[in-house]
């Protein structure tokens, strides 16, 4: 590894990840939310192999299980190493503090942190899939050189400065209502996907990219997957109003 993440530095356990009076937790789905769901369920495939049959984890029981706040430590280790064989979920909705952070306060580094979507934490290179047709509708992709920079350069990466990496929008319709699906953290596409491009469901759109590597955003290898009402709501963290604007995955998966 070129660089070892100071995870120590920055992330701490978390005493309070959830407050049922500040409402740190996903807002319950609303009646239209509710049959979006109902329809994703009946139609959708994994985005990942067997992801119905992943654990989940709150973020907080991970970093208890490895008696680390360190990540780039704990994935050395043989549980680590098996449990991401089998693949597990990290939570959407969650808050995730920072070194010298209080729950409910914004970190240096973003605006909020309520985590987007949820990450399959996995191994890198497994395939993704596309939950539904559709058409491409946004990217992120690392420019070639971009990489090999950051890798000579020794950098260190925090929590938010990697963004997505390689990511894929997806815009899809079901029953006349839009709806997008999001997959963060691929590795370098062969080709460039073109906005617009028609997207078939159960179609590779990609692979997980590396740990701790820019296209991971600096994390161990993992899939951010999220399902968004609107274009807008790409970013991987934000407010409890940014998740009004989200279908957490696992309401369709469990
Ligand atoms: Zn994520």
């Known amino acids: 590894m070129f ?23 996903n807002p319950e789905a609303s009646r239209d939310d509710k049959k979006l769901i109902e329809l994703l369920r009946k139609t959708c495939d ?56 209080k729950p409910g306060q914004p ?11 949820i990450d399959y934490v996995v191994e ?7 939950v539904q047709d559709g058409k491409i509708a946004g990217m992120e992709i690392i420019r070639k050189n971009e990489q090999e920079l950051f890798e000579k350069s020794g950098q260190k990466l925090y929590r938010g400065e990697g963004g997505y990496g390689n990511m894929i929008l997806i815009q899809h319709k079901l029953a006349g209502k ?11 596409p062969r080709e460039t996907p073109i906005i617009g491009d028609l997207i078939k469901k159960g179609e590779i759109i990609g692979q997980v990219g590396k740990s ?12 951010h997957f999220n399902i968004l009402k609107e274009q807008g709501a790409v ?19 469990k």
């Open 124 to 130: 890198s290179g497994l395939e993704v899939f596309a």
């Open 46 to 101: 994994e985005p990942l192999k067997n992801a119905k049959k992943m654990p989940v984890y709150p973020f907080e029981e991970l970093i208890k299980k490895f008696r680390t706040t360190d990540l780039a430590a704990a994935v050395e280790t043989e549980q680590f190493k098996k449990m991401a064989k089998n693949g597990f979920i990290l939570k959407s909705g969650e808050e995730r503090i920072y070194y010298n952070q």
């Open 235 to 253: 970013a991987g963290y934000g407010s409890e109003e940014d998740l009004k604007k989200i279908i957490d995955p696992l309401k369709i998966l």
């Open 178 to 188: 839009i709806f997008y699906s999001l997959y963060g953290h691929l590795a370098a």
């Open 3 to 25: 660089f070892k993440r100071p995870f120590e530095y920055f992330l701490k356990p978390i005493e309070k990840s959830y407050s049922k009076e500040k409402g740190i937790v």
């Open 107 to 117: 970190s240096s580094h973003e605006k909020t942190n309520l985590h987007l979507g």
């Open 212 to 223: 701790f590597s820019l296209e991971n955003g600096g994390w161990p290898a993992h899939l």
